[in-house]
């Protein structure tokens, strides 16, 4: 469900997102853009979430760590909500207003997507969670890597599972039901990438896409 942007919010950069299920690319892609864009002297921020400050990444090592398997569902909602406050105000707002770009991997999207769709909380509780937790700051551009959630779950959990993506495939297709969800409901915003094919094959879609608010990227391509 969408955010709404509170007035307060001001921004001059763009923050482009990166979404998807576990084990789609999207983290890949994430590192290709930014090294494409600070190859062209775009000046970037390239952050992930849950992370990106101290206090956040103290959050993402609870959230993930398997051995807190008795988490309930609105704790784990609450956390990641903390976590994305303390990024937004401390680097997000603070980069954008100096006008410069954020590719972040994964930001409020990804909270429905797991937290509504995955766990089957109520979609309206996430989004006021989320409008809380991203302090009414919303995306420029959201990138949705979508892949077969078979093929995904099997890049992701080749090393091993964190606590998330050992909650199995049932788990990773209602995940990827709500991506699809959203993506139909703010098109203008969120655009789905097929991330199935190589490496740069998937780059090409995904710059092509991103150049269309960053004209800096058109015609490039990453070295993958």
């Not at 090294?35 to 921020?45: H, K, N, Q, S």
């Not at 993930?64 to 990024?87: G, I, K, T, V």
């Amino acid at each position: 469900m969408p955010v709404e942007p509170t007035a307060a919010t001001t921004r001059r950069g763009t923050l482009v997102t990166f979404e998807g299920i576990d084990g789609c690319g999207k983290s890949t892609q994430a590192e290709l853009v930014a090294r494409v864009l600070e190859d062209a002297g775009v000046p970037l921020v390239r952050l992930r979430e849950p992370g990106g400050t101290a206090i956040s990444e103290g959050i993402r090592a609870v959230l993930l760590d398997p051995s807190n398997a008795e988490m309930c569902d609105e704790c784990e909602l609450l956390l990641y909500e903390a976590s994305r406050a303390q990024l937004v105000r401390q680097v997000i707002e603070p980069t954008l207003a100096a006008d410069m770009l954020v590719v972040c991997d994964r930001f409020y999207d990804s909270t429905y997507a797991y937290q509504a769709g995955g766990r089957g909380l109520a979609p309206d509780l996430v989004a006021r969670a989320n409008a809380l937790g991203s302090c009414g700051l919303v995306p420029d551009l959201t990138v949705v890597l979508d892949l077969d959630p078979r093929d995904s779950l099997a890049r992701a959990t080749k090393g091993g599972a964190d606590r998330l993506e050992g909650e199995g495939l049932a788990f990773q297709r209602r995940v990827r039901e709500a991506y699809l969800r959203l993506a139909a409901t703010e098109p203008a915003r969120i655009r789905l990438v097929d991330a199935a094919g190589t490496v740069g094959e998937v780059n090409a879609r995904v710059v092509d896409v991103i150049a269309e608010v960053v004209p800096a990227l058109r015609g490039c391509r990453a070295n993958a």
